[in-house]
Protein backbone atom coordinates (compact mmCIF):
# COMPACT_ATOMS: atom_id res chain seq x y z
CA UNK A 1 0.00 0.00 0.00
CA UNK A 2 1.38 3.47 -1.25
CA UNK A 3 1.42 6.29 0.98
CA UNK A 4 -0.99 8.02 -1.50
CA UNK A 5 -3.32 5.45 -1.21
CA UNK A 6 -3.58 5.17 2.55
CA UNK A 7 -3.96 8.67 2.31
CA UNK A 8 -6.48 8.73 -0.36
CA UNK A 9 -8.82 5.94 1.92
CA UNK A 10 -8.54 7.93 5.06
CA UNK A 11 -9.71 11.23 3.74
CA UNK A 12 -12.75 8.76 2.49
CA UNK A 13 -12.86 7.61 5.60
CA UNK A 14 -13.65 10.97 7.03
CA UNK A 15 -15.87 11.69 5.02
CA UNK A 16 -17.97 8.92 5.78
CA UNK A 17 -17.64 8.27 9.43
CA UNK A 18 -17.15 10.03 12.92
CA UNK A 19 -13.63 9.45 13.96
CA UNK A 20 -12.76 10.57 16.98
CA UNK A 21 -9.34 8.40 17.64
CA UNK A 22 -6.70 7.48 15.88
CA UNK A 23 -6.48 4.20 17.35
CA UNK A 24 -10.51 4.40 15.53
CA UNK A 25 -9.02 5.27 12.68
CA UNK A 26 -6.17 2.19 12.59
CA UNK A 27 -9.12 0.36 13.29
CA UNK A 28 -10.98 1.52 10.14
CA UNK A 29 -8.26 1.10 7.80
CA UNK A 30 -7.73 -2.53 9.19
CA UNK A 31 -11.25 -3.32 8.26
CA UNK A 32 -10.84 -1.87 5.15
CA UNK A 33 -7.59 -4.11 4.45
CA UNK A 34 -4.78 -1.23 5.39
CA UNK A 35 -2.48 -2.49 7.76
CA UNK A 36 -1.06 0.73 9.67
CA UNK A 37 0.20 2.12 12.97
CA UNK A 38 -0.83 5.08 14.98
CA UNK A 39 2.54 6.64 14.25
CA UNK A 40 1.92 6.11 10.53
CA UNK A 41 -1.65 7.16 11.06
CA UNK A 42 -1.13 10.32 12.70
CA UNK A 43 1.91 11.19 10.28
CA UNK A 44 -0.92 10.55 7.65
CA UNK A 45 -3.47 12.77 9.56
CA UNK A 46 -0.58 15.81 9.40
CA UNK A 47 0.27 15.57 5.63
CA UNK A 48 -3.78 15.95 5.09
CA UNK A 49 -4.66 18.76 7.28
CA UNK A 50 -6.80 17.16 9.45
CA UNK A 51 -8.56 18.79 12.15
CA UNK A 52 -10.57 18.03 15.21
CA UNK A 53 -14.53 19.42 14.92
CA UNK A 54 -17.28 19.14 17.39
CA UNK A 55 -20.04 17.32 16.27
CA UNK A 56 -23.49 17.91 17.58
CA UNK A 57 -23.55 16.45 20.70
CA UNK A 58 -20.11 17.55 21.80
CA UNK A 59 -18.13 14.26 20.37
CA UNK A 60 -14.56 15.79 18.74
CA UNK A 61 -13.95 13.96 15.69
CA UNK A 62 -11.22 14.28 12.68
CA UNK A 63 -12.06 16.23 9.41
CA UNK A 64 -10.01 17.19 6.36
CA UNK A 65 -11.84 20.85 5.67
CA UNK A 66 -11.03 20.52 1.80
CA UNK A 67 -8.83 18.85 -0.43
CA UNK A 68 -10.76 18.50 -3.91
CA UNK A 69 -9.02 20.67 -6.91
CA UNK A 70 -12.13 20.18 -9.39
CA UNK A 71 -14.71 22.99 -9.71
CA UNK A 72 -17.31 20.14 -9.51
CA UNK A 73 -15.83 18.12 -7.00
CA UNK A 74 -15.51 21.94 -4.48
CA UNK A 75 -19.30 22.44 -5.31
CA UNK A 76 -20.09 18.71 -3.62
CA UNK A 77 -17.50 19.37 -0.84
CA UNK A 78 -19.01 22.95 -0.16
CA UNK A 79 -22.54 20.89 -0.44
CA UNK A 80 -21.61 18.30 1.89
CA UNK A 81 -19.82 20.51 4.49
CA UNK A 82 -22.54 23.30 4.94
CA UNK A 83 -25.49 20.82 4.64
CA UNK A 84 -23.39 18.82 7.98
CA UNK A 85 -21.86 21.93 9.50
CA UNK A 86 -24.37 24.79 9.02
CA UNK A 87 -27.59 25.57 11.45
CA UNK A 88 -28.24 28.79 10.29
CA UNK A 89 -27.67 31.57 7.63
CA UNK A 90 -28.61 35.43 8.00
CA UNK A 91 -27.91 38.24 6.15
CA UNK A 92 -27.12 41.56 6.94
CA UNK A 93 -26.18 44.67 4.34
CA UNK A 94 -23.05 42.84 2.51
CA UNK A 95 -22.16 40.44 5.06
CA UNK A 96 -23.53 36.97 5.57
CA UNK A 97 -23.42 35.04 8.75
CA UNK A 98 -22.84 31.53 9.24
CA UNK A 99 -23.91 29.81 12.48
CA UNK A 100 -22.09 26.59 13.19
CA UNK A 101 -22.00 24.36 16.21
CA UNK A 102 -19.33 25.31 18.47
CA UNK A 103 -15.71 24.69 17.35
CA UNK A 104 -16.85 24.10 13.64
CA UNK A 105 -17.13 27.42 11.83
CA UNK A 106 -13.70 27.01 10.94
CA UNK A 107 -14.70 23.95 8.88
CA UNK A 108 -17.26 26.19 6.83
CA UNK A 109 -15.02 28.91 6.37
CA UNK A 110 -12.14 26.68 4.56
CA UNK A 111 -14.81 24.91 2.41
CA UNK A 112 -15.66 28.06 0.79
CA UNK A 113 -12.26 29.38 0.79
CA UNK A 114 -11.36 26.55 -1.36
CA UNK A 115 -14.28 26.80 -3.26
CA UNK A 116 -14.80 29.12 -5.96
CA UNK A 117 -18.34 31.12 -4.83
CA UNK A 118 -19.41 33.75 -6.73
CA UNK A 119 -19.86 36.83 -4.76
CA UNK A 120 -17.43 36.64 -1.79
CA UNK A 121 -15.02 38.63 -0.99
CA UNK A 122 -13.30 36.98 1.84
CA UNK A 123 -14.42 35.24 5.25
CA UNK A 124 -13.59 35.28 8.96
CA UNK A 125 -14.19 32.35 11.03
CA UNK A 126 -14.75 32.26 14.69
CA UNK A 127 -15.88 29.27 17.24
CA UNK A 128 -19.26 28.87 15.95
CA UNK A 129 -19.87 31.81 13.25
CA UNK A 130 -18.72 32.54 9.86
CA UNK A 131 -18.98 36.66 8.71
CA UNK A 132 -18.85 36.02 4.78
CA UNK A 133 -17.82 39.42 3.03
CA UNK A 134 -20.03 40.21 -0.16
CA UNK A 135 -21.03 43.53 -2.36
CA UNK A 136 -24.28 44.50 -1.42
CA UNK A 137 -25.74 43.66 -4.93
CA UNK A 138 -24.22 39.93 -4.55
CA UNK A 139 -25.55 39.40 -0.86
CA UNK A 140 -29.19 38.40 -1.81
CA UNK A 141 -27.89 35.46 -4.41
CA UNK A 142 -25.55 34.58 -1.89
CA UNK A 143 -27.31 34.20 0.50
CA UNK A 144 -29.98 32.09 -1.04
CA UNK A 145 -27.54 30.12 -2.33
CA UNK A 146 -25.87 28.94 0.72
CA UNK A 147 -29.10 28.55 2.40
CA UNK A 148 -29.61 26.38 -0.34
CA UNK A 149 -26.85 24.42 -0.09
CA UNK A 150 -26.85 24.15 3.45
CA UNK A 151 -30.35 22.25 2.61
CA UNK A 152 -32.18 25.08 4.99
CA UNK A 153 -34.48 26.03 2.22
Request: glycine content about 6%; proline content about 3%.
Given at each position: ?T????QF ?10 VSSQV?L????S ?15 E??GAI ?5 GG ?5 I?S??K ?10 R??SEW?I???I????V??K?PPG ?8 M ?6 G ?9 TVLVV??V????S ?11 E
Amino acid sequence: MTKNRRQFQIAKLLETEFVSSQVQLVNLLSKAGIEATQATVSRDLEDLGAIKVKVPGGELVYAIPSNQKDVASENDHLRRVLSEWVIDVVISSNIVLIKTPPGSAHVVASAMDRTTVDGVLGTVAGDDTVLVVTTVEEARSLYARLSELSGLE
